[in-house]
């Protein structure tokens, strides 16, 4: 205010004001993208989850091959041995006469080329131990020699005989691809809210007054509520190909999905069905077992007699060790199948050496 002397008359107005502005989600525009950011953050844990299940099934298949292998290795060494005692108890034969050269011979043939099968299976285990090290996060320096048992491995008393539908649910790839079904339509929701009209409503309260003591005298108040409504009117066909877009991408989601689940019950269909099959392979391959090694005594018998010539019991020796190798990897077999549902297995048991 300017007084007539020409000197200003300053004044202080105190006020008390509080205003709120709230858009009202009339479309659901808001509610759907919370939607949208909620099952992002599903999809980023079943797939962080999904992660997780293939380390671990990695890590499960690679100590039941590095099992398989021990195994194979230990039945080798005892094939090797038992051969070795033959060959010992031969020479002693051929040095009183009781026996030919070409029986000596022959056992030493039969002896290298068992032992030729040994490096092999060696170099292949050093191999697996090295990939084993890398799912385990380690260096093959690093190696401690944590070993799993083939002879120690029990598998889940009951197995599903068909395919259920709570078994295939588990696996997180179905729920991660389910998620991301349900961002994207979410996302559809959301371009087409912003297509409508948005709504505003925005008020205010509050006092003044010339002094303080005043401020909050009952005529000093003062109040106003406005509503707006806001629609874009030109934006070159942006909002429309946005949602567009949104829409094929749920499509693409959807097909995504369905794939996966049929995905999914494939394989657990071919996990059970491999199941079934390594259960009737692994029986017969302990009945060939038992049986080879039953036909290595009789033979061995049969020869210190002369019934039968060395060729039958080194026929009878080959039958037995690819007996012993065929039986061990159909015991490793079955556990790897297993361990491919997606249902909780028991965990093997890890022994130090």
């Known amino acids: 205010m300017q007084g007539q002397s020409g000197s200003s008359s300053p004044y202080n107005l105190y006020n008390a004001t509080v205003s709120v502005s709230y858009a009202l989600d009339v479309w659901g525009g808001t509610r759907r993208q919370v939607e949208a950011l909620e099952a992002q953050a599903d999809d980023q844990r079943y797939q962080l989850e999904a992660t997780y299940l293939s380390l671990t099934a990695n890590v499960v298949t690679s ?30 034969q051929f040095e009183l006469g009781a026996v030919a050269q070409s029986d000596v011979l022959s056992q030493q043939s039969n002896l290298a080329q068992t032992q030729a099968t040994l490096p092999p299976l060696q170099k292949q285990l050093a191999q697996q131990r090295n990939q084993l090290m890398a799912y385990l996060g380690r260096l093959p320096g690093e190696d401690r020699g944590e070993h799993v048992v083939l002879s120690s491995l029990t598998l889940p008393r ?61 005529g000093n108040a003062a109040w106003s ?60 391959q302990l009945a060939y077992e038992r049986a080879a090694q039953q036909s290595v005594t009789i033979s061995r018998s049969q020869y210190l007699s002369g019934a039968v010539t060395y060729p039958s019991v080194l026929t009878a020796e080959q039958n037995f060790q690819h007996a012993v190798i065929a039986r061990v990897k159909a015991q490793a077999s079955r556990f790897s199948d297993t361990a491919a549902l997606p249902a909780d297995n028991p965990a093997p048991t890890i022994v130090d050496r």
Do not use: C, W
């Open 63 to 92: 100590a039941i091959a590095n099992a398989s292998l021990r195994a194979q290795i230990e039945a080798t060494n005892d094939i090797i041995k038992s051969e070795q005692e033959q060959l010992t108890l031969i020479q002693r």
């Open 158 to 218: 009951d197995l599903p005989l068909s395919v259920p539908f709570a078994l295939v649910r588990q696996r997180p790839d179905i729920a991660s691809a389910e998620a991301s079904l349900h961002k994207a339509t979410a996302t559809v929701g959301v371009n087409v809210a912003n297509m409508l009209p948005q709504v505003q409503l925005s008020g205010s309260y509050g006092r003044a007054s010339l002094t303080p003591d005043s401020l909050f005298s009952p």
């Open 225 to 284: 509520v406005a509503s707006s409504v806001a629609q874009t009117v030109f934006d070159g066909g942006t909002l429309f190909h946005d949602k567009e877009a949104a829409i094929a991408l749920s499509e693409q989601a959807f097909a995504t999905y369905k794939s996966t689940v049929i995905t999914a019950f494939t394989d657990v269909a071919d996990a059970l069905r491999a199941i079934e099959a390594d259960t009737r392979t692994l029986k017969a």
